[in-house]
């Protein structure tokens, strides 16, 4: 069947918001260019300064991108070979490059059901002698259980590292994602809730001296011009992204809070689609304004996903799988020895995620077209009826 004469529902509409804020981000670009100061210019320091007391902490070092962030919090916690790094298996790929960059080994463990975040209960089990870091990864915009995580690090004197590339401005408790761990990193991907117009990431910690080894590793491993302390990288945040992501930051707060309401509009209207599971908030008893969790993606499990996946490209619909293969069953991962069955809660879970359209510009109108495809497929029960039954 033609998608003629449909209007496309984006996964992301990245136009929609350069639109509504092109008067903000074209004179800050422009600035970097008429001074051409393209190389950790000011607009790195003032992105830096402003970043870190958005997450509630002192220090912020910007960075090439979110895997790049990670690798290099971990060295700079100085971790490396010979060490164990316990992550989640359902993250996207580059958790675990990041561990596998810094030449230590992935030890993955599975997600709790609800929240599709890393279980502590598993994380502890997994400690061995060599565990040097956790990583909790804080997932589709919803933060992981950092009261459980940090204690058990604590206990066992083990380093954390958020990995909180898809969780900018998440609340957890009355704290930010970003001010839990010794090290936090955000990725500026463009469609990320801060996204920069190509690469870019953040690691941000509360401990001056992890500050000052990233920034050493991040510029060459040197102190002064062509003096090299340290084997380090060139992995800078480019100037005139932090310009963009400067002038961006002052709204995250407002996107999230719209990706929220967004998330309850389609909670509302999936309520009575029996066979869809919608997304669980599982720490919700936040005040105003403070948004835990900040929808990143809006997934759902559904049965017969493929039928779903043809009914929205029939209607100009575009969807995603976040992710249809978890880290232990990757091929380029098959070293570390794990086989289909080890992780069951994130396999099962894998076969029936979707992620639906979600971004701030979304319409109730386009929710309304998103989840009236999503009853045509499944139909809908009258809630009245299910609690008779
Ligand atoms: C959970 C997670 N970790 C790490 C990354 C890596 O970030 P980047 O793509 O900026 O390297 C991403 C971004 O895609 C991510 O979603």
């Given at each position: ?35 051409c100061?393209?190389?950790l210019?000011?607009?790195v320091k ?14 912020a070092v ?14 700079a916690?100085?971790v ?22 810094c ?5 993955l ?40 995580i ?33 090290a936090?990193?955000?990725?500026f ?5 801060l ?12 401990d ?9 590793l ?38 999230n ?24 908030v ?31 490209t ?10 249809p ?11 570390l ?14 076969d ?16 309304a ?18 609690r008779?039954?």
């Amino acid at each position: 069947m033609s998608t003629a004469g449909k209007a496309q529902i984006p996964f992301v509409d990245l136009k929609a918001q350069y639109q509504s804020i092109k008067a903000e981000v074209l004179p800050a670009v422009t600035k970097v260019l008429d001074d051409c100061n393209f190389i950790l210019g000011q607009q790195v320091k003032d992105f830096e300064q402003a970043f870190a007391r958005y997450c509630g902490v002192d220090h912020a070092v910007g960075v090439a991108n979110g895997t790049e962030a990670i690798h290099l919090a971990l060295r700079a916690l100085g971790v490396g070979p010979g060490d164990e790094v316990i992550t989640v298996t359902n993250s996207f790929i580059a958790t675990a490059l990041a561990i596998h960059e810094c030449g230590a080994r992935s030890v993955l463990v599975d997600c709790e059901a609800d929240s599709y975040n890393i279980d502590p209960i598993l994380v502890e089990k997994a400690i061995t002698k060599r565990t040097k870091a956790i990583i909790p990864v804080h997932l589709y915009g919803q933060p992981a259980n950092m009261q459980a995580i940090m204690d058990i690090a604590k206990r066992h004197r083990l380093f954390v590292v958020e990995d909180a590339c898809q969780g900018h401005g998440a609340y957890y408790g009355d704290k930010r994602v970003g001010s839990f761990g010794d090290a936090a990193c955000f990725s500026f991907y463009p469609g990320k809730n801060l996204g920069g117009y190509g690469d870019g990431g953040m690691v941000v910690c509360r401990d001056k001296a992890i500050a000052d080894k990233l920034e050493l590793l991040r510029g060459y491993g040197s102190v002064k011009k062509y003096e090299h302390k340290e084997k380090g990288y060139n992995c800078r945040l480019d100037t005139v992204q932090a310009a963009i992501l400067l002038a961006k930051l002052p709204h995250l707060d407002d996107w999230n809070t719209r990706r929220f309401k967004a998330a309850q509009t389609y909670a509302t209207r999936i309520a009575d689609i029996t066979q869809v599971k919608g997304p669980k908030v599982v720490n919700n008893a936040l005040p105003a304004g403070r948004v835990p969790h900040v929808f990143h993606l809006y997934v759902v499990q559904v049965p017969r996903r493929q039928d779903l996946i043809q009914a929205f490209t029939q209607e100009n619909i575009q969807c995603g799988i976040h992710y249809p293969i978890p880290i232990h069953l990757q091929e380029a991962y098959r070293d570390l020895g794990y086989k289909r069955g080890d992780f069951p809660v994130a396999e099962a879970a894998a076969d029936r995620i979707l992620s639906l359209p979600m971004f701030p510009e979304l319409s109730v109108d386009q929710i309304a077209r998103v989840t009236g495809v999503i009853a045509d497929v499944y139909g809908r029960q009258p809630v009245a009826t299910r609690r008779a039954g």
